[in-house]
């Protein structure tokens, strides 16, 4: 839900006469070697562009959008730009108006095309491998709570509240003293589950993520209103006192045990549901077909699918092997990415794409799709 929104921006650009750069970068500085490796690679692929092969009102913009890109990809080496982040993604085209740049937290793959349209899978797939969370530490009487996305942590809220009459303890019963304790505690955990479902409902998250003792988990849960307890996919001991690196790591390594086993899960309900002929196909040709009539809901393909096909740039049909002409309008074929494009058109038919690692899909070609209809 969330990948899609950040994509928004980039989903409308599709026109047959327009080019789109789309430019990703491992920008993981760990030694003068990746810069070096950066720069080559992008001047490599930049100067690859055979400019003077183009009609000459698109010349100028491909020719503005080398420019930039290797202005942007200068001060990025040295490092006058967003220094801390893991991978850069950049899409640029002069003639319609796009530069928009994206850090990630973690490495992209170098890439660097030139297309119809913006290449969006890198991107897409880190946003689904690290969807939002609201991580949610507590203890009987603090709280810090973390808004994250994409990788990130983007806010923290630290909540210390007061014990009354802490130190006045003396003279009361056992009894009475627990119930003190007890009513406060109670207290402190209403006003965290408010500060919570005010961000959980603007920030509409898919994962929520508890951190304290079971005991005081349990009784904080109680809180918290049904849409949010539903969306708990861990609950974890995490001292409350741990340093912001350490809660993102631990976070986001249950994001990814939690979409590891999504995808085992997925595959194997759409391996069921193709073989049982039910609303779901397998392979390359099928999905494509689905693809081309526009009735795929979520297509799943492996991360290192590789190959390419054909896209007819006038009906956008796509194929796999090339024929000499469109065999729907009779058009002159594009060679085209068909990762690229099987990620991209799904997301134009409002579809989700689910980005697979697992090696179960392989046998299958690395791709299938849920269908809304046959
Ligand atoms: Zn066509």
Same mark, same amino acid.
């Given at each position: ?20 750069? !789309?430019?990703? $970068? ?33 010349? &100028? ?9 290797? @202005? ?25 108006? $796009? ?6 937290? +973690?490495?992209? *793959? ?5 297309? *119809? ?13 690290? &969807? ?59 006003? +965290? ?25 349990? =009784? ?9 307890? &539903? ?9 409350? @006192? ?71 740039? !006038? ?30 058109? @799904? ?12 090696? =179960? ?14």
């Amino acid at each position: 839900m969330k990948t899609k929104s950040r994509l928004k921006g980039l989903l409308k650009f599709q026109e047959p006469t327009d080019l789109f750069f !789309s430019l990703y $970068l491992n920008t993981q500085w760990k030694d003068e070697q990746q810069r070096e490796r950066v720069r080559i690679f992008t001047k490599n692929a930049l100067h690859t562009i055979n400019v003077a092969a183009y009609p000459p009102e698109v010349q &100028e913009s491909l020719r503005a959008d080398i420019q930039r890109i290797e @202005t942007y990809v200068e001060a990025l080496i040295k490092q006058t730009l967003q220094v801390e982040l893991a991978g850069v993604a950049l899409f640029a085209s002069y003639a319609r108006d $796009l530069f928009q740049t994206y850090g990630s937290t +973690v490495p992209f *793959t170098n890439q660097c095309t030139l297309a *119809t349209h913006p290449y969006i899978a890198q991107l897409a797939a880190v946003g689904r491998e690290y &969807e939002n969370a609201l991580v949610i530490m507590v203890d009987t009487e603090s709280a810090r709570i973390f808004e994250m996305e994409w990788g990130e942590i983007l806010s923290e809220l630290d909540i210390e509240s007061e014990v009354p009459g802490r130190h006045k303890q003396g003279g009361w019963s056992q009894m009475r003293f627990q119930r003190h304790i007890q009513d406060h505690m109670d207290r402190h955990h209403k006003e +965290v589950a408010e500060q919570v479902i005010r961000r959980f409902d603007q920030g509409n998250y898919a994962n929520v993520i508890l951190y304290g003792q079971d005991r005081i988990l349990a =009784s904080f849960r109680s809180f918290l209103p049904e849409r949010i307890q &539903e969306r708990i996919i861990a609950k974890a001991a995490l001292d409350i @006192t741990v340093p912001d690196t350490l809660v993102r790591e631990k976070t986001l390594e249950i994001l990814h045990q939690k979409k590891a086993q999504g995808e085992r899960e997925a595959v194997t309900r759409l391996t069921e549901t193709a073989q049982a002929h039910g609303l779901a196909v397998l392979g390359l040709l099928d999905t494509l077909e689905a693809l081309n009539k526009r009735v795929v809901a979520q297509l799943l393909v492996s991360q290192n699918f590789s190959r390419w096909g054909w896209r007819c740039p !006038s009906c956008t049909l796509l194929g796999e092997q090339i024929p000499l002409g469109c065999p729907l309008c009779g058009r002159e074929l594009k060679t085209v990415d068909l990762k690229e494009e099987m990620v991209w058109e @799904t997301f134009r038919q409002d579809g989700e794409v689910e980005f697979i690692s697992d090696p =179960s899909l392989l046998a299958h070609k690395g791709v299938g799709a849920f269908l809304r209809f046959r």
